[in-house]
């Protein structure tokens, strides 16, 4: 195989924390607790586990022997496995997915960053317990034309100033700074919240099997939201992959990471709800839930609320920043492969297009939301979320899958699980199985029936 990407991580420790790095992000601390709720709490829970560790670890291992057998970024890594060149649109497939991602993330990301502000400034807190106001704090700032298109502009910044430091002194040493913080941010909310009056009704909304609430659509979302928490499916554990240690043990890394994104999630629904329900309030999705409902909790909590909003926002900002770093570094390091440009030539040019993209999405939400697209009327921003939820993530995954389980060679895929016969393989049948039958399977029932609903 060829070995022109030598660029790597310099440990274990240091794939595991960038690769939680980028799985840890929005999705975890304000997807995961809601729909962990909506769909039956415990029986939901039970259902994302089986996914997350059945097939998003089967399509982060996938990803990461593809990278690291091809030592290349996903467009060239793709077609070094298989002769037919072709195979490298699945590579483009997958940048474009990250592209998008990253342009609509930049925007999310931008309001937690602003909200730090908001918080430490003193702003939300003078909005006091009135719902209306807090509400309408939000609606306003959304929908500026210029304090969340500033926001957007310093978070990728920061995302640049790491990538442009390289992949061990910029990812790797900035993820492990970040993880332990992350984990201590959330943990110390996890206190505060458990240790509110009625607490455990947010347990039970949490935890408690409820299997009447586990819906078809529930499931589905279990299984989206098992791809999308891994950071699977769109090329960036390829990327990853191909900056693993050649002694690293696919199987096991692969695991570690699929633990600690789950564990975190879990960790932020404990952090969430029961401060929620101890205030009386109702869990709400998404943003809502956020910028709206938590603000609230936290201005209930008196003085030290301030505190604990601002650790709130900085915990999310954090968790998206690695998240979209992951993102960045992957269409980074593409370009850095196919043209004859520099890390820091080829950082800063991505970076002006994500964030131009991002600030256009920004702008969709306010001055620029009577520019629709298509008869649904979809703003730019809410076209650019159904592609990046319900089209490009599951086409991706799937053939991604279907190339690994069908058209990668079996003594490749062995010979990497192996690190060249060293390590015992004694899950690769299950694996096999997984990557061949029950992935692509669930990918295509996901995508049919998102593209139908
Ligand atoms: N896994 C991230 C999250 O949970 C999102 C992400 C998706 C990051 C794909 C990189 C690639 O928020």
């Given amino acids: 195989m060829s070995t022109s990407n030598k660029t790597t991580f310099s440990s274990t420790l240091g794939v595991i924390m960038a690769a939680v790095g980028s799985a840890v992000g929005l999705g975890n601390i304000w997807r995961f607790p ?10 939901f829970l039970i259902v994302y586990l089986c996914f997350v560790f059945l097939l998003g670890a089967t399509l982060m291992m996938s990803e990461f022997v593809i990278g690291r057998r091809s030592q290349h970024t996903p467009i060239k890594a793709f077609q070094a496995l298989h002769p037919k060149k072709a195979w490298g649109l699945l590579g483009l497939l997958g940048l474009i997915t990250s592209f998008f991602i990253l342009s609509q993330y930049l925007v999310l990301s931008g309001w937690t960053t602003d909200y730090i502000w908001e ?10 317990s009135d719902a209306g106001a807090i509400s309408n704090y939000f609606a306003q700032f959304s929908t500026n034309a210029l304090r969340p298109v500033i926001a957007v502009v310093i978070f990728s910044v920061i995302c640049l100033v790491v990538i442009m430091c390289g992949v061990q002194k910029g990812i790797e040493n900035v993820s492990k700074v970040l993880m332990p913080l992350l984990v201590l941010l959330v943990l110390v909310l996890c206190v505060r919240s458990l240790t ?20 078809g659509e529930g499931v589905l979302a279990a299984l989206g939201q098992a791809l999308f928490s891994l950071s699977v499916g769109m090329g960036v554990m390829i990327v990853y992959g191909s900056y693993m240690p050649v002694n690293d043990n696919v199987f096991k890394t692969a695991m570690w990471i699929t633990a600690c994104d789950t564990l975190i999630a879990i960790l932020a629904g404990v952090a969430i709800f029961p401060a929620v329900f101890s205030c009386g309030f109702d869990p709400a999705g998404g943003p809502g839930l956020v910028f709206c409902v938590l603000p609230n909790v936290f201005n209930n909590m008196g003085g030290a609320g301030i505190v604990f909003s601002t650790i709130f926002f900085l915990l999310l900002a954090v968790a998206a920043m690695t998240s979209a770093i992951s993102l960045l570094e992957s269409l980074t390091a593409t370009l850095l492969e196919h043209a004859k440009v520099n890390r820091q030539v080829s950082a800063v040019l991505f970076f002006l297009l994500s964030s131009a993209f991002g600030i256009l999405f920004s702008l969709s939400i306010g001055p620029l939301s009577n520019v629709t697209i298509g008869h649904a009327h979809l703003t730019m921003f809410d076209f650019v979320d159904k592609l990046n939820s319900i089209y490009l993530p599951p086409i991706c995954s799937l ?25 015992k393989i004694g ?3 299950v694996f096999r199985f997984l990557a061949r039958y029950v992935a ?6 996901v995508l049919i029936t998102g593209i139908m609903g």
């Fill in 34 to 43: 809601y729909i962990c709720g909506k769909y039956g709490g415990g029986a």
């Fill in 119 to 128: 918080s430490i400034s003193g702003n939300l807190a003078a909005l006091g």
């Fill in 196 to 215: 509110l009056p009625n607490a455990g009704k947010g347990l039970e909304y949490l935890f408690l099997p409820d299997f009447s609430k586990l819906t």
């Fill in 399 to 423: 053939f991604t899958i279907f190339f690994f389980g069908w058209v990668m060679p079996e003594a490749d895929i062995k010979d990497e699980l192996s690190n060249h016969g060293v390590l």
């Fill in 427 to 429: 899950y690769y049948k």
């Fill in 440 to 445: 692509p399977l669930a990918l295509l029932v």
